[in-house]
């Protein structure tokens, strides 16, 4: 008996993406979005420190906040029906 060739469940092309050809061509959205928090948690935590000016707050502070724009615009997409 012949081995039988693996079931295809992805109509990801092996040449654009080589690790389809492994098992693994997909995103990992929740582990991105937790990324994404945790960013914000680390760039606040820094505003902390040992600098006298605010121009090193005002900037981390101000990725921060876009960072969390764009976190929340993420919420707002995935709750709306498509």
Request: no cysteine; hydrophobic share 50%.
């Amino acid at each position: 008996m012949a081995a039988s060739e693996p079931q295809v469940t992805t109509n990801v092309d092996t040449a654009e993406v080589p690790s389809a050809e492994w098992g693994w061509s997909g995103e990992a959205p929740r582990f991105f979005r937790a990324l994404g928090w945790l960013s914000v948690l680390v760039l606040l935590f820094f505003t902390h420190g040992n600098h006298e000016g605010k121009v090193e707050d005002l900037w981390l502070v101000g990725i921060a906040a876009l960072i969390v724009v764009m976190l929340v615009r993420d919420i707002i997409v995935r709750r709306k029906p498509r």
